[in-house]
DNA sequence: GTCTATACACCGATAGAC
DNA sequence: GTCTATCGGTGTATAGAC
């Protein structure tokens, strides 16, 4: 088993039960390797683990939503590719937000830095394409809050109550909800 | 201490660790009592305190928001009491939602039932006064789900980013967005 | 009702053989 | 690079004195 998909199973581990109820004993299971040699590929541990699974979760981020972001295609066009990478990147709203758990976990000071760089590179690198749709800057930046911020909790309503119906109509609606033009007292 | 307060504290702490993150120690440091003493409180031990902080939070809830939805107002302005309490439940974002901070532990199961049902109610008790002010029945239930999803992300936000101002904002603008009138294709 | 002391399982982590 | 065996520490939970 190579080192990526050794990190794809500890992935999965850490989505579904947290950091801490996460253990060495589940992530020998998930992995087929025994403690030892988890040791062997992770010196440092299972916060080594943890942290490595937060660097590769950000290049699949990277890879698959903020590269297309930057593209230069229409807006729109690349905010409909974003979210339908993002449905991937969820399992359609089946799987947690590896940064949500982490955050709402004992050990958040642990990754707070990691945590929070990836949540403001994402919202950044959307606010970026609403302002080149001719946004004004700081509702550029609201918008692209509103829209992480969204997909956060249809996330944690999935969980809650079975249910991704929210989280998919959250997506559904987003492309068009970022780029309308702008109503006074539109809300 | 009485067990009001012995549960307040008990509260802070799940809060805070989540349900792993929470030692019996914490707990007993936190309120000032020995284990064993915990455990005269709570015989089921750490699970029980936990089903206790649980329902604590939903009498809280009913309280202070539930009650005021069911209020014989206008209905804009039984949405601001309510949005006001919610700032204070959640100390204006400062504090994390119980709820989800349960339902992304690993120990999800224990609490699946009470968490489902919190949030059930909630939703539909703020759907019902849409409802009450005019809007259609399956309209009402998706507003009231956004409006609860985006308090729940923006409190994810909040504690990944060290920044409230999302969560005072979704706060601000959700008692006119909710009873805004329907616009064809308005989003 | 609160305490000290302790049982016992499991945690993360390591030693050392192969 | 993987394993078995094991360490020290800490987790939840209990016994029993006061």
């Known amino acids: 088993m190579s080192r990526e998909e050794v990190i794809a199973q500890l992935t999965k581990m850490f989505r579904q039960y947290g950091y801490e109820g996460t253990t060495l004993a589940r992530l020998s299971e998930a992995t087929g390797l025994g403690k030892a040699s988890l040791y062997h590929h992770f010196p440092k541990g299972k916060e080594e683990m ?3 699974v937060l660097e590769s979760m ?3 981020v990277e890879a698959s939503i903020l590269a297309s972001l930057r593209g230069c295609g229409e807006p ?3 905010i409909r590719v974003m979210t339908t990478n993002v449905d991937k990147l969820y399992s359609s709203g089946k799987q947690s937000c ?3 758990v982490l ?3 004992e050990a958040k000071d642990l990754f ?3 945590i929070q760089n990836a949540l403001n590179l994402w919202i950044n690198t959307l606010a970026q394409v609403l302002v080149e749709a001719g946004i004004e800057h700081s509702q550029a930046q609201q918008r692209a809050e ?3 911020l969204k997909i956060q909790g249809s996330l944690i309503l999935a969980r809650s109550l079975d249910n991704t119906a929210p989280f998919k ?3 559904d609606r987003l492309p068009e909800e970022l780029l309308q033009i702008e109503r006074k007292q539109s809300k």
Chains 1, 2 share one sequence.
């Open 112 to 114: 707070h830095n990691e």
């Open 146 to 148: 509103d829209a992480i």
């Open 103 to 105: 955050a709402l976990s």
């Open 76 to 78: 729109l066009e690349r």
């Open 98 to 100: 590896l940064l949500a």
């Open 58 to 60: 950000s290049d699949r």
């Open 169 to 171: 109509r959250v997506l």
């Open 50 to 52: 943890a942290q490595a």
